[in-house]
């Protein structure tokens, strides 16, 4: 399986780019490419470093495709090209009962009590899109660590922009 993130932050032509791959099963590492007269196969390190898998003139073949799982943040379109060889699936942002069982999860049960003031202040202030439910997770860490800020105050110290203001 492939995790490719938050593909629409990625370079405009990553879509098209990507296509072309799963379409020839290959790519070429121009790097490697370049050394293939003087050195025309490469050991390269895999999953488990201590396995190597070797690249044949910088290319690298499929034998099998893999699943690929790509995220968006819905920032901008992609081709239709692209996106007629996806299964596209939405997912709507989690609401107060998730988000609860997204915390005990990831933190435990201990740490929903006290919370409801993060909670309320979290969905009051996502629905702009200024926070993700990952900043709902580290405000929670902090208050059961013992930070004394009421939850706008965590929210705040949690929440980062492109521009490093809060």
Do not use: W, Y
Request: aromatic residues 4%.
């Amino acid at each position: 399986m492939l995790l490719i993130d938050e593909l629409d932050k990625g370079d405009v032509d990553l879509p098209n780019d990507l296509l072309t791959i799963f379409e020839e099963g290959e790519f070429e590492i121009p790097e490697l490419s370049r050394l293939s007269d003087e050195q025309p196969d490469v050991g390269v390190p895999t999953l488990r470093i201590e396995e190597k898998t070797v690249v044949v003139r910088g290319r690298v073949r499929c034998e099998e495709f893999p699943v690929v799982v790509i995220t968006s943040n819905g920032e901008r379109d992609f081709p239709p090209a692209f996106l007629r060889r996806c299964v596209r699936l939405e997912l709507p942002p989690p609401d107060e009962h998730r988000l609860r069982a997204i915390v005990t999860a990831h933190l435990g049960e201990d740490a929903l009590h006290e919370v409801d003031d993060l909670l309320q202040a979290f969905l009051r202030r996502r629905a702009p899109g200024e926070l993700a439910t990952d900043q709902l997770l580290n405000a929670v860490f902090l208050r059961t660590g013992g930070v004394d800020l009421d939850a706008d105050g965590l929210l705040d110290a949690v929440l980062h922009r492109l521009t490093g203001a809060v």
